[in-house]
């Protein structure tokens, strides 16, 4: 890498967080004004109703790779407290996506909250499962999604004994590093003055970390379904049980 790339990757991540601030900025004002949604990066390629066409393998029958560390930063939860968001990815297995709590994108967050509640339901039924696996749900959007904001959307999932955390951030600046730690895609639609003119746009994607908070898995709406995730999480617990039974 040149002298010059850490340069314009710093300049490129103050330019975006600049943009993230103006953008949820505006569209705060645009709620108040007419209440525009967030969007997410349209896909042609996925059709709007998904099904899985093809049979995922068995757990334990194949390896989940280690992809890399995940990023952390200080969130918001529900009650306003900021905590680092290794305290919500390490530790258990971990199932973690952005969101914007008013996307109207039935491909979108509505289609990660119905895949997070399957996926948490069946976790519930699993004693094995029960107490290794969260799921955090962690807003794209600061300026709207407040810490009570969250704590609304969060009102919907009922308790079942399996952890799901919805976290915000203070503001973009503290949003951005977040997104880069991921890789996660964000799009600004900008005006011939280079200026915000729009809501911010993503592709959806889901990531799967195992209990030392590296990314194993990273799912797109094409592969965004509770078997495969449910036996990927699987896969991760098998992983373990080697060791644990060479150290006794």
Not at 84 to 92: C, D, E, I, M, V
Not at 108 to 131: I, S
Not at 203 to 231: C, G, Q, W
Request: net charge neutral.
């Amino acid at each position: 890498m040149g002298s010059s790339a850490p340069r314009r990757f710093a300049e490129s991540r103050r330019t975006l967080s600049a943009l993230l601030l103006a953008a949820v900025a505006a569209a705060a004002g645009d709620v108040v004004a007419g209440g525009v949604a967030a969007a997410h990066e349209p896909d042609d390629t996925v059709p709007a109703a998904v099904t899985m066409d093809f049979v995922p393998p068995p757990a334990g029958s194949y390896a989940l790779h280690a992809i890399m560390p995940a990023p952390d930063g200080p969130v918001l939860d529900p009650d306003g407290r900021r905590l680092p968001l290794s305290r919500f990815t390490a530790g258990k297995i971990t199932l973690l996506g952005f969101i914007y709590t008013s996307c109207a994108d039935a491909r979108g967050c509505p289609l990660a909250y119905q895949v997070f509640h399957a996926v948490r339901h069946r976790v519930a039924e699993d004693a094995a499962l029960r107490d290794r696996v969260r799921l955090v749900s962690l807003s794209f959007d600061p300026a709207r999604d407040t810490p009570a904001v969250m704590r609304h959307y969060a009102a919907a999932a009922a308790p079942n004994g399996v952890e799901w955390a919805f976290l915000t951030t203070e503001r973009p600046g503290r949003l951005v590093p977040l997104l880069d730690g991921f890789g996660q895609d964000v799009r600004i639609e900008v005006d011939a003055r280079g200026r915000p003119a729009g809501p911010l746009a993503h592709v959806l994607k889901v990531f799967l970390l195992d209990e030392r908070a590296i990314v194993r898995e990273i799912y797109t709406t094409a592969y965004l379904f509770p078997e495969v995730i449910v036996n990927d999480i699987k896969t991760l617990r098998l992983e373990d049980r080697p060791a644990r039974k060479a150290i006794r």
